[in-house]
């Protein structure tokens, strides 16, 4: 099962047979009604490749460390390796996915399987499931993200000189570019890039070998399970190390941050189509059932209301994390859902917004009519007038006065305001100039605005970002990678 059922976790664990006494528990705590409340080993599910390989990392260094014997360890991993083979729906009854797999390895090997838990703890163990899996939600989100930027910058190159009204308080504001819009979301995208990039690398630190809080008196090597599981570093301090759950705490919010920035780009998207100046593709439009004329853009609404599933998961997170003791507190087992139906959610609507605004087609000749409506030249004017050695105050008044992008109007409204006339300071071809949207964009030419060659600039500076970042995310995904190989190599010497 998935997170997604989260509402039926606890039945589906206790059908899972979870009630039973195992040899983790023996005799003790057997049966009974909480038995079922216990257990996540349901929801664990997500944990399980990531528990198999913290198990064989932390095997694989008490052998090492001689702390474990050749033989007993080879039993183990081979037992592992079963257990992977089977997957998480063949586990026997447990609390947990830690239990269950620990079950599994002594049903296979007898009571040598019972050493694999010597120096640890699930405490530390679970942390690093969680870690060793958010990492690779995290890194989803980020290929997510890095290709819904490349596809607005695609977008945006070919829309350099496609005019549209932009808003201000949903006010016809100024003319601008539809690549001026696109890039504006590209570079939100590009701060939730870099806010997830931050999360992912304090997520990758190891906790494992702290043990239940106080570490151990086995002569453990934390720095060899850290880097065989492709951690870069530990977590120091071993009570810190099974507490904290902050990582998932900011891996949320930076998810829940793009989910913002999704909202918006939906928004946008929904009021565009509305107004006709984009169509959305048959992909991603919705019909009614009854009224035969309407395509509906109900997969950029799904994107807004995600919103709501990141803000719930960020709300329940402080909920569950605020104010808990050191050290462990079985609360904590709440925590690890908030941050998968956030990620999976958000990750899903970052390809589904950006795919339904990049397929979408631009209706240019709505678009210019709607950047003629509402006087959006007006700035233009004024600063005009403003370049001729009118004061801009004085200029913006004059503009406000006129009202509307009619010169012989601009003209009274000059008249009135500076007791002249208009073309004592501008000629008439320079007003008329400013008064159309395409050439108001041309020359809104200053750093990150909308004239063709500023935003031409603009989406070459993105594009150099975007490369340095995919090598943010490609050196991070090699070096799991290669921990990945070192660990397969280490465990088959040793079976
Ligand atoms: N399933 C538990 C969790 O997710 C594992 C830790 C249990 N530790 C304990 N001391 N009861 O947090």
């Known amino acids: 099962m998935t997170t997604d059922d989260t509402g039926t976790d606890d039945q589906a664990d206790a059908e899972g047979g979870s009630d039973g006494a195992g040899v983790v528990r023996g005799e003790r705590f057997t049966g009974g009604p909480a038995r079922s409340f216990l257990s996540s080993l349901a929801a664990d599910e997500r944990l399980f490749a990531a528990d198999i390989a913290v198990d064989r990392a932390h095997v694989v260094m008490l052998a090492e460390q001689a702390v474990v014997g050749r033989s007993d360890a080879a039993a183990i991993l081979g037992a592992l390796a079963e257990v992977a083979a089977a997957g998480h729906g063949s586990l026997p009854a447990g ?45 989803a989100a980020l290929a997510a993200v890095l290709g819904g930027r490349e596809r607005l910058l695609d977008g945006a190159a070919e829309h350099t000189e496609t005019v549209m009204p932009g808003y201000t308080h949903l006010q016809p504001a100024q003319p601008t570019t539809v690549a001026h819009w696109l890039g504006s979301y590209e570079r939100a995208l590009a701060r939730d890039t870099a806010r997830l990039v931050d999360a992912y690398d304090r997520v990758n630190q190891s906790p494992l070998g ?11 090597d934390r720095g060899r399970t850290a880097d065989l599981l492709g951690f870069d570093g530990v977590v120091e301090n071993a009570m810190d190390a099974v507490s904290a759950r902050d990582f998932l705490l900011e891996s949320t919010a930076a998810v829940t941050g793009l989910a913002v920035t999704l909202a918006g780009l939906a928004e946008d998207g929904v009021l565009f189509a509305h107004r006709g100046f984009l169509r959305l593709d048959d992909e991603y439009a919705s019909t009614s059932s009854i009224m035969p004329q309407k395509k509906n853009p109900d997969t950029l609404e799904l994107v807004r209301g995600r919103t709501g599933d990141a803000a719930a998961a960020l709300s329940g997170l402080v909920t569950t994390l605020s104010g808990l003791p050191r050290a462990y507190n079985r609360d904590l087992q709440r925590a690890g859902r908030h941050a998968w139906d956030a990620i999976d959610s958000v990750t899903a609507a970052t390809e589904v917004a950006v795919g339904a605004v990049t397929t979408a087609g631009w209706n240019e000749t709505a678009l210019a009519a709607a950047a003629e409506t509402g006087f959006g030249t007006a700035t233009g004017v004024a600063d005009l007038l403003a370049r001729a050695g009118v004061p801009f105050r004085t200029a913006h008044e004059v503009v406000a006065r006129a009202g509307e992008a009619r010169p012989e109007a601009l003209d009274e409204a000059a008249q009135a305001v500076l007791g002249e006339s208009l073309w004592s300071h501008v000629d008439r071809a320079a007003v008329e100039r400013v008064l159309d949207p395409a050439e108001s964009v041309t020359t809104r030419d200053s750093r990150g605005g909308p004239a063709p060659d500023a935003m031409a600039a603009s989406l070459g500076r993105a594009r150099d970002n975007l490369a340095a970042d995919r090598e943010l995310l ?3 995904r090699a070096q799991l990678d290669a921990a990945e190989r070192r660990l397969d190599r280490e465990v088959s010497r040793r079976v």
């Open 474 to 476: 490609a050196d991070r």
């Open 95 to 139: 609390e947990d996915v830690h239990e269950a797999i620990e079950t599994a390895v002594i049903d296979r090997v007898g009571p040598v399987g019972g050493r694999m838990h010597t120096a640890r703890s699930r405490n530390d163990e679970v942390a690093t499931c969680i870690r060793h899996r958010l990492r690779e939600d995290l890194l």
């Open 210 to 220: 702290a043990a239940a809080f106080a570490g151990t008196t086995f002569d453990i």
